[in-house]
Structures are given as C-alpha cells and as structure tokens.
C-alpha cells in the first residue's frame, strides 16, 4: 500500500506540474489596451512574390484601439501598371493570415482603403479580417495627396490607407477552455489508469500467491492421508 500511495502522489505531483504550466503559459500570448499587435506583408506581382517584411509599429493595429494609418507600398519588381499587385498580411503573435488583397489596377477609379476588423475577448486576440473598399471622400479630403500620388506612375511608394476596426466579444473562450479541460481530464485519466494497473498487479501478485500456498497446503495434506 506505501508504494501504491508513492505512486499516487507522484502522478498528482506530475498533473499538478503539467496542468501549472498550461496556465501560466496560456496569458503569455495576452496583450493589453495599447500593446502594438506585430504584423507583416508580402506582395505579389504577376507570378512573384516578395518575403514577409516586419512592419514598423506605427502601421500596425494597436490592441483595442480603432484607428487609421497609412501603410506605403514600395514599387513591384518590374512594375509596369499592365497588371494588378496583390498584398497579403500575417497579424499578431498568433500569425493570423489575410488573404490577398487587390490593392493596384482593381476596376475602380477611386483610390483603395483596406478595411481591416480585429476580434478580441480579454486579451486574447481571436481573428482578423479584411477587405479592400473605396476610400471614402471625407479620407480623401483629409489626405488631398493620397489620391494624386497614388495615380502618378512614377510617384512611388505609394499610400494605402488601412483602418483598424476592433469588435470585442465574450471573454468566455469557450474553445481554450475545452482544450484545458480535455487536456487536464486526459492527463488525470493516464494517471488513473496507471494507479489502477498498479492496483491490480499487485492484487493479482497476492492472489497467485495464496493460490499457490492453498495448493500447496491442500497437497500436503493429501499425501498425508494416502
């Protein structure tokens, strides 16, 4: 019993570590109001396609805060205006990614403004989106030379207004929380079943021992009659 109640305790010492570590180790992708969110993006060009690059802070979306910046866009290895340049994102720690978006010769005469929206529940950041819209004329008129410099062929980089929109949700996150409690259950089931295995052997261990001193004893008992 002293090494099955050894064994018992190391397993709840073992579970007690492991489920200490998930959380503490779960906040630490957490930002706070104001934390800048890192965020990187790739071009394409016909079929070429540029590495991610680290944007600076100042073009990246601050946690909880709705604003708008004005993110350049350096020109396209050969460039020529014929065809349409594509821009992609990866957003935060997490590395959210946004698909590609048409910044560049899109059918439309209005200069484009990426309209992103950010999900957040506490501090976790849940999922991004984004979309390219026209920009709206009060922006124009807020940035007279967005518009000019972005249609001048040679003007380059050019300026794509991006505006971050952020929608809180329920700090409940249901999905996290599963994913600890199925862990901790699962971990507290292995432990379990070890203790029980352990159990059982060193029940099974007693019972062939008696088996055998019964048989033995029931046998000499009956060489002694004969």
């Given at each position: ?100 978006l048409l ?113 033995s004893m ?9």
């Amino acid at each position: 019993m002293a090494r099955n109640g050894r064994i018992t305790t190391i397993g709840i010492r073992i579970y007690s570590s492991i489920l200490l570590f998930a959380i503490t180790a779960y906040p630490s992708l957490a930002y706070r109001p104001g934390d800048i969110i890192p965020m990187s993006k790739m071009g394409q060009y016909h079929s070429s396609r540029t590495v991610w690059h680290d944007m600076i802070g100042r073009h990246c979306p601050i946690f909880s805060v709705n604003r708008e910046v004005l993110i350049p866009i350096p020109k396209p290895t050969g460039f020529t205006g014929a065809d349409p340049y594509k821009i992609s994102f990866q957003v935060g720690k997490e590395k959210f990614l946004v698909p590609w978006l048409l910044v560049i010769n899109r059918k439309s005469s209005e200069v484009p403004m990426i309209d992103f929206h950010l999900r957040y529940a506490g501090g976790d950041l849940l999922g991004i989106t984004a979309k390219v819209v026209d920009m709206p004329h009060k922006y124009v008129e807020m940035h007279p030379d967005i518009r000019k410099q972005f249609w001048d062929q040679e003007h380059w980089p050019k300026h794509v207004l991006a505006r971050y929109t952020w929608d809180e949700q329920s700090e409940i996150d249901v999905v996290s929380g599963f994913y600890v409690l199925f862990g901790s259950g699962l971990m507290m089931t292995l432990i379990l079943s070890i203790y029980v295995l352990q159990s059982s052997r060193d029940k099974f261990s007693r019972f062939v021992q008696e088996t055998v001193i019964q048989s033995s004893m029931s046998s000499g008992e009956l060489a002694k009659v004969e």
